[in-house]
């Protein structure tokens, strides 16, 4: 009864280790405490290269774990037997012949060494990526493995199997969010995830040179503010609208043009991310609506032919169109291209009847989903 606190101690921290590796010494040196082992670890078996890695351990001498490491993890016990019972607590008699592994490279040139006689193994989970086990040495101080280390190992064995689970379960969710990030990152458009509140979960690479910048939109308390004042009400109502769910705004969303003080046009597009009947629990968090904007310039000049393409324009019609897209207003235009003014309108007249179109903001929506959506090195955004 004695012992019952240390192993319910044990136990909890074993969980706590699923969530901090960084825990997982210190738990294995107090399973070997409690079952009178020498050095413990979790061990991986590849089945394929027939070789035990160390995944972590406690109590080991640093200068033999390297050698293991090196060489002696093929040779051992683990690496040679077909041992898979999850039920059972095996000992090194259990696995091969006693005498053959007193007189094997193993045991002469790693283990005697280090005073073993004997080591404790329980599996924790097998897959067809081979096999995880809570190993426990036994010193000559001990004796070999008797039934008292089988019983306390017994106690300790199915926590440390589901905390395995769920470090591997948690490992699996940290790779996943950060492919996530990294595909983020890859989009040429700033990207936002923003909560039932607006305010920020997470921005892209891009998103976040946006906001550093102030140009087109900043952040005031984790919150997407739109630097003009009437793009920011338009901008908080397209939000506010796709947080109620994609029943509120349609699955596509909601796309509208903004701005920037230095005059440059961007177009964002807000998406629900939610169901209705989500975004309405009380219990609803984290991402709801994803934000995308994307400045319209000279990054879709790649684009053009297949513009051009599309819409059956003429060099000259093409020209105006990205002039409006880049440059402005007619007049802009016209002096940018050195033509009269009543030549830009008769082109743009033209683009308009080609393209569906009607708004020069219309004419700066369909160039900019034209745009490659994967970001340029940044070498050529230098340029």
């Not at 592994?101 to 283990?111: D, L, V």
């Not at 940018?336 to 569906?356: C, D, M, N, S, Y």
Request: proline share 4%; aromatic share 6%.
């Amino acid at each position: 009864m004695c012992e019952l606190p240390d192993v319910a101690r044990i136990i909890a921290d074993t969980y706590d280790a699923a969530l901090q590796p960084a825990l997982w010494e210190d738990v294995l040196a107090r399973i070997a405490g409690l079952v009178k082992g020498h050095v413990s670890g979790i061990l991986v078996k590849d089945p394929i290269r027939k070789c035990v890695e160390a995944h972590c351990h406690a109590g080991g001498d640093p200068h033999y774990m390297k050698l293991y490491a090196e060489t002696y993890s093929q040779l051992g016990p683990v690496a040679t037997s077909r041992f898979s019972d999850a039920d059972q607590v095996m000992s090194i008699p259990e696995l091969v012949d006693y005498q053959q592994f007193c007189r094997a490279r193993f045991y002469q040139e790693w283990a005697r060494p280090q005073g073993w006689v004997d080591v404790g193994v329980a599996v924790l989970e097998r897959s067809a990526a081979g096999y995880a086990y809570l190993s426990v040495s036994r010193h000559r101080a001990h004796g070999m493995v008797d039934d008292a280390m089988r019983a306390r190992m017994r106690l300790i064995v199915p926590h440390v199997r589901r905390a395995v689970l769920i470090s591997r379960t948690m490992g699996f969710k940290q790779a996943e969010a950060a492919v996530f990030a990294q595909t983020l990152d890859a989009l040429s458009a700033a990207v936002f995830l923003l909560d039932l509140g607006g305010r920020v979960v997470h921005a892209n690479t891009v998103g976040h040179e946006l906001l550093d910048a102030c140009d087109v939109l900043r952040a005031a308390a984790d919150r997407l503010v739109a630097v003009n004042a009437q793009t920011d009400q338009v901008l908080n109502a397209a939000i506010t609208a796709a947080a109620r769910g994609d029943m509120a705004v349609g699955t596509t969303g909601i796309a509208l043009p903004l701005v920037a003080r230095s005059g440059a046009h961007h177009i964002a597009h807000v998406l629900p991310l939610r169901s209705g009947l989500r975004a309405q629990s009380e219990r609803a968090s984290g991402a709801s609506v994803a934000l995308f904007v994307r400045r319209v310039g000279m990054e879709c000049r790649p684009s053009s032919d297949l513009v051009r393409q599309t819409y059956k324009l003429t060099p000259a019609e093409l020209r105006v169109l990205f002039g409006i897209v880049e440059v402005g207003g007619v007049p802009d235009v016209a002096a940018k291209l050195g033509v009269a003014e009543t030549t830009i309108k008769t082109h743009l007249g033209r683009v308009f009847a080609k393209t569906g179109t009607s708004r020069q903001a219309d004419l700066v929506k369909l160039v900019a989903a034209f745009s490659s959506p994967v970001a340029q090195p940044q070498i050529e955004r230098i340029r």
